[in-house]
């Protein structure tokens, strides 16, 4: 089981801890809810519980829930920017299909 870094994301990532000043890494989960039926989740990870399962990629900690981690398992987290505008991406093996936005998803 692994979620994968962009070297664009890790960078990223790294920049907003270090701005932040605190932080143990990149938080990854999912919600249901969207246009797809589940959402992503992304925030800073300022502990690991229990339940977490930390995986390091380019020297970042991703900390995943172990509910939302079946659902994420094989995802590449990239960083893009379009012009003004600035998002995580991700490209899930496991979606069967997205929404037009890709922020949303289904299995």
Known sequence: MAVIL???AAER??????????????RLGIKKTG??????V???????????????DRGVRVVVDATSLPL?????VDFVKQGLNEAFK???PK?????????????
Not at 35 to 40: D, L, Q, R, T
């Open 13 to 26: 990532v790294r920049t907003f801890l270090a701005s932040r000043g605190s932080g143990v890494g990149l």
């Open 90 to 92: 991700f490209r899930n």
């Open 35 to 40: 246009c797809s039926g589940y959402a992503y």
């Open 95 to 107: 979606a069967k299909s997205e929404c037009g936005c890709g922020e949303s998803f289904s299995v």
């Open 42 to 56: 992304v925030n800073y990870a300022d502990s690991i519980g229990a339940d977490d399962v930390v995986f390091e």
């Open 6 to 8: 962009s070297a664009a």
């Open 72 to 76: 994420v398992d094989g995802t590449e």
